[in-house]
């Protein structure tokens, strides 16, 4: 079932009065229950594509529609990054004055339908399930780099979205975190969410179910 | 979002280790705006009443010419001047006396008699003399018997008890010497006054009587003219008059020092105001530089620019609260102190008694968290502005 489509996306950046063309009438459609991998050379355009989809880059032509939500002003955008996206970044982006639990529970303020009570439950049964919930207390400075990711996938996850988006999430991690948080996705994926991810790492190829190569502008799919 | 939520986030956002400068900071310029914006407040709306009240200030004595008028002919001429409300010779306008009752280390028991028509004061206790020479007479309500009361000699909470002494008879010497049976019969309101606190008045006649017996001896005569103006800018049109030479007040007022201090207030809040706008600038400048991270955090899990901006302007509101109240409290504490800096050269004006009132506080509140906020709004600008890719890939 298709919960994210982009329609039509080009992308170009104008810098010193040179064009650069990023991407150009992109067309893709992802599904849920998918593992995604995007992958690409340095540079291609991945993480201008995933930024774009939750409204951090404003497209030159097209639409980007999420579970039925058309991206088209910041409103829309906030929306769709609090309701139907969670985002994983490489550098993990943690608040430093909160507890791994404050910082998972972060995102449920805005929602209605937690009160404060029902999302700390929430946000304790998340970081169970992630392996860190003898570590709720600990601020961020307090934890290794494989645990602050895992934090903030429970974070993004906290707010129960149906879509996944993490760029790089194990660029900062060893082997061994890296494959832990591989294998989490995978999981939610089988799970029943749009997973995708965007790694440089070869190791990705094992756990996705479709496999994006951005190049030259264009989109390109394998598996 | 809940009321408690929102609490929850603003009370992160509040407690930090930036904050307590920018407190600290806001503190002092606030009580630096609370004082001046309180003195100018209160010197412009009590200056025209303590003029009013202060009997004094209207009082001027007339130099003539003996040899083209008589004191007679120029008291007739005064009295039928509309300006004039009360004309008497010397020995009906001035004597003094000491008062056993009231010395003590700190007061000699020194008093001024002043001569003058009943009428003339607001009573609290007691009532006011009478005409017929009576040894009766009326002190002020900020009694203080001694002609040295400068500062650290002069404190209002330093009373004798004056509201005991009422018909009392009292242990007083006319002019240090002679034992007399004057009685205080009344206390006036010299809240609004600037005249000296050991002032006390008595009727012309008493006055007359008591001058006749005890100093008999000065060519009254020859003295000038005393007379009471209805307003001391009024002077001129006594000037005018044939023969007369020239008019005195008997009190100049202190204006200098009022006008520097008010001009220095003045300059105190135009650059208190100018640091708290530019200091709520760069303060908030750099705080948001150094939440930059916390922003992006807060719009990648999905708050919008109006929460995050609704966090900002709570927090300035409620560091500004905290600023104006404890600015407030310092204020009090140290106004009175700060105060005395100033008019110490001046006796006079060291009887003002400025209170900051509560309009002043009102006034001095909205104005100070309108400067902040104002600040906080310029530099808000930039979170719509922000690229939040750069501080995704910082
Ligand atoms: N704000 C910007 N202004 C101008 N050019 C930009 C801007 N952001 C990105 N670009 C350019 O757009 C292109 C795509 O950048 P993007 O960051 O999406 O690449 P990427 O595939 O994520 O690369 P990497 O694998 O190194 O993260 C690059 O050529 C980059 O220089
Ligand atoms: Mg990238």
Redesign the interface.
């Known amino acids: 079932m298709s919960i994210l489509k982009l329609v039509n996306c080009s992308k170009s950046y104008i810098k010193q009065n040179k064009v650069i063309k990023v991407f150009s009438n992109l067309n893709y459609s992802f599904d849920c229950g998918k593992f995604y991998a995007i992958m690409g050379d340095s540079g291609s355009g991945k993480?201008t594509l995933i930024?774009s989809i939750v409204g951090?880059?404003s497209l030159d032509t097209g639409s980007i529609v999420v579970d039925n939500i058309l991206l088209n002003n910041?409103?829309s955008a906030?929306?769709?990054?609090?309701?139907k996206v969670g985002?994983v970044?490489?550098?993990f982006?943690?608040?430093d004055?909160?507890t791994a639990l404050?910082n998972v529970m972060?995102?449920t303020?805005?929602n209605k339908s937690f009160t404060?009570n029902s999302a700390k439950k929430q946000a304790i049964y998340l970081l169970d399930s992630i392996g860190l919930k003898e570590r709720k207390n600990h601020f961020p400075k307090e934890m290794s780099g494989g645990e602050q990711q895992r934090v903030a996938i429970a974070?993004a996850l906290v707010?129960n979205p149906k879509i996944i988006i993490a760029?790089e999430p194990t660029g900062n991690l060893d082997k061994k975190n890296e494959q832990f948080i591989f294998k989490l996705l995978k999981k939610l994926s089988k799970d029943g969410k749009c997973v995708i991810v965007v790694s440089h790492n070869n190791a990705i190829k094992k756990y996705c179910d479709v496999l994006i190569e951005l190049r030259d502008g264009k989109i390109y799919e394998y598996k | 979002m809940s009321i408690s939520k929102y609490l929850k986030l603003l009370s992160k956002q509040i407690i930090n280790k930036n904050n307590i400068v920018l407190i600290i900071l806001y503190i002092a310029l606030s009580s630096i705006i609370i004082f001046c914006i309180s003195y100018f407040n209160g010197v412009n709306s009590l200056w025209d009443k303590w003029l009013n009240n202060s009997y004094d200030f209207d009082l001027a004595y007339v130099l003539s010419d003996n040899n083209t008028i008589t004191q007679k002919e120029l008291l007739k001429k005064l009295q039928n001047n509309p300006n004039v409300l009360d004309s008497f010779l010397y020995d009906e306008f001035l004597g003094s006396a000491i008062i056993d009752d009231f010395k003590s280390s700190i007061m000699s028991g020194e008093i001024k008699m002043i001569g003058t028509i009943n009428g003339n004061k607001k009573i609290l206790y007691g009532r006011d003399f009478k005409e017929d020479g009576s040894m009766e007479m009326i002190c002020p309500s900020n009694f203080f018997p001694d002609p040295v009361y400068v500062n650290q000699r002069y404190n209002f909470n330093n009373t004798v008890g004056l509201k005991n002494y009422i018909d009392k008879p009292l242990n007083i010497k006319y002019l240090g010497e002679y034992e007399i049976p004057m009685k205080i019969v009344g206390i006036f309101d010299a809240t609004y006054d600037l005249s000296d606190p050991n002032i006390c008045y008595v009727s012309h006649l008493t006055l007359k009587n008591l001058n006749n017996k005890y100093q008999a001896n000065l060519d009254y005569e020859r003295m000038p003219i005393y007379i009471q103006l209805d307003n001391n800018t009024n002077i001129n049109s006594i000037k005018n008059i044939e023969g007369v030479l020239d008019v005195v007040l008997v009190k100049q007022i202190k204006e200098d020092t009022i006008n520097d201090v008010i001009r220095i207030c003045g300059i105190a809040v135009i650059l208190a105001t100018i640091m708290v706008f530019f200091l709520s600038y760069f303060i908030y400048k750099r705080k948001l530089i150094n939440q930059y991270k916390y922003i992006g955090l807060m719009k990648i899990v999905g708050y919008d620019n109006y929460i995050i901006k609704s966090l900002f302007y709570t927090e300035t509101l409620l560091i500004s609260i905290i600023s104006i109240v404890l600015g407030y409290l310092i204020n009090i504490i140290v106004s009175s102190k700060f105060l005395e800096l100033f008019l110490y050269s001046d006796p006079q004006l060291a009887l003002m008694n400025i209170s900051i009132s509560k309009t002043t506080v009102a006034i001095a509140f909205i104005f100070v968290l309108i400067i902040f906020s104002l600040a906080v709004k310029i530099v808000l600008k930039n979170i719509s502005k922000m690229e939040i890719k750069d501080i995704i890939y910082d």
Do not use: T
Request: aromatic share 10%; proline share 3%; no cysteine.
């Open positions: 993480s930024n951090f880059v910041d409103k906030a929306k769709i990054r609090m309701e985002l970044y490489q550098n982006l943690l608040h004055n909160m404050e972060l995102p303020y805005l404060i974070r707010n760029d």
